[in-house]
């Protein structure tokens, strides 16, 4: 299928596909590890490059080529790697492109682990890393040295969804050498392209919402052929391969991304909505209220504000900021307590004691994590389920 012929809606559910001889209208799970040649001279040719075609499943197997493909169509790259995790797509896509003494300028207010594996893993095999504000392109300039590679952002960034305008950090990235990452996990192409906004490099953790039903963990980098070649040769050696199977649930999640996506964005913002009404609620955080500092931008990066919302607990008299935000979430009865986000069911998380833990206390607050945090995935129930789920918000 040509790529551009088609509706963004239309690619999620058709490209990509490839049927075999029989005929079969869904995809097919190839969940075999390796292939067979016709002759020694066509695993020479196979082996050699010089043959297209499928070797062993560590390099490509049919199954997650396809997702490849699909998602390489959504995002408008040339090329995807499909990796097992979002996390070893960042590893794949650093290991890849930079060597001892090479530099990155990271948000933040990127991932947790994220910060885990720049500050603590790479960085014991000489990666020099600067955090800097995301939304401030002047720290980004400053940071820069004559060894920095990468830049790498998140937006809407977890959890506080701040945003930053992707053409202009591409734009002192690309001044400087650099190229500009994007980890796109929050919008999924169906909301925003960090490629046609000037990225050079996409990060997905396929874990979220192209799986969309938590089952599955797998990752993505996408870009350029040319960015790509390395990506894919350390992945193929390194294995940090994408599971079949989980290929294959991912491409099932795609074709449904669109829908979902609007879904999970009109739910968020209808509760994003009741919860600034709400006397238990100092602050909300979500780029689809005009309350949100980077709401004009959000609105022309994305097509709609997303499926996540944060926002502050007031704490009562007697409790602390914590105690305030862990009797909220243990109030719930209906929305799941876990980390996860990007499901049907919505789900709620303290930031600072779970998927933030791990970050410094003082590095936590510089981005602005405070204790009262408290992060909701909203999921595809009806919203009015989710609200009288929160109703202790209704008591200051
Ligand atoms: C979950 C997540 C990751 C890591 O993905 P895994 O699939 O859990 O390894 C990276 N970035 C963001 C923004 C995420 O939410």
Request: proline share 3%; net charge neutral.
């Amino acid at each position: 299928m040509t790529k551009n012929l088609y509706q963004p809606e239309t690619l999620s559910v058709r490209a990509g596909s490839e049927m075999t001889e029989f005929g079969e209208n869904s995809e097919a799970l190839f969940l075999n590890s390796s292939f067979r040649f016709n002759s020694a001279a066509q695993a020479a040719a196979r082996f050699g490059g010089s043959e297209p075609g499928n070797i062993y499943s560590r390099f490509t197997n049919p199954t997650v080529t396809m997702f490849q493909n699909k998602l390489a169509a959504l995002e408008g790259a040339e090329q995807c790697v499909a990796t097992s995790s979002g996390m070893s797509a960042i590893l794949a896509c650093v290991m890849a492109l930079c060597s001892t003494g090479d530099h990155i300028v990271a948000s933040r207010s990127i991932f947790g682990t994220s910060v885990q594996l720049f500050s603590n893993i790479l960085a014991r095999w000489g990666l020099q890393v600067t955090f800097v504000s995301l939304t401030n392109p002047a720290d980004w300039q400053a940071a820069l040295t004559a060894k920095t590679k990468l830049f790498f952002a998140e937006t809407p960034s977890n959890p506080l969804t701040e945003v930053c305008d992707i053409q202009v950090l591409a734009d002192i990235a690309h001044r400087a050498g650099a190229y500009l990452v994007v980890d796109n996990c929050f919008c999924t192409p169906a909301i925003q392209r960090p490629l046609a906004l000037g990225a050079d490099i996409i990060i997905h953790s396929a874990t979220k919402y192209i799986d969309g039903q938590g089952r599955c963990l797998g990752g993505a980098v996408l870009g350029s052929k040319a960015l790509m070649e390395p990506v894919y040769g350390f992945l193929r050696t390194a294995g940090v391969t994408m599971s079949a199977f989980n290929a294959w649930v991912f491409l099932k999640g795609l074709e449904t991304l669109f829908i979902r996506m609007e879904a999970h964005a009109r739910n968020a913002k209808a509760l994003a909505i009741w919860l600034e009404a709400q006397a238990g609620v100092a602050r909300v955080y979500y780029p689809g209220l005009a309350s949100h500092p980077q709401h004009a931008l959000a609105m022309q990066q994305q097509t709609n504000g997303g499926g996540i919302v944060s926002f502050e607990v007031k704490p009562k008299a007697d409790q602390t900021q914590q105690q305030a935000a862990w009797a909220l979430i243990d109030a719930t009865r209906l929305i799941s307590i876990t980390a996860n986000l990007g499901d049907a069911k919505s789900t709620i998380t303290h930031p600072a004691t779970t998927t933030h833990s791990r970050v410094t206390a003082e590095a936590r607050l510089a981005a602005g994590i405070s204790d009262g945090l408290v992060r909701i995935a909203v999921g595809l129930e009806h919203v009015d389920d989710l609200k009288a789920d929160l109703s202790s918000l209704q008591n200051a």
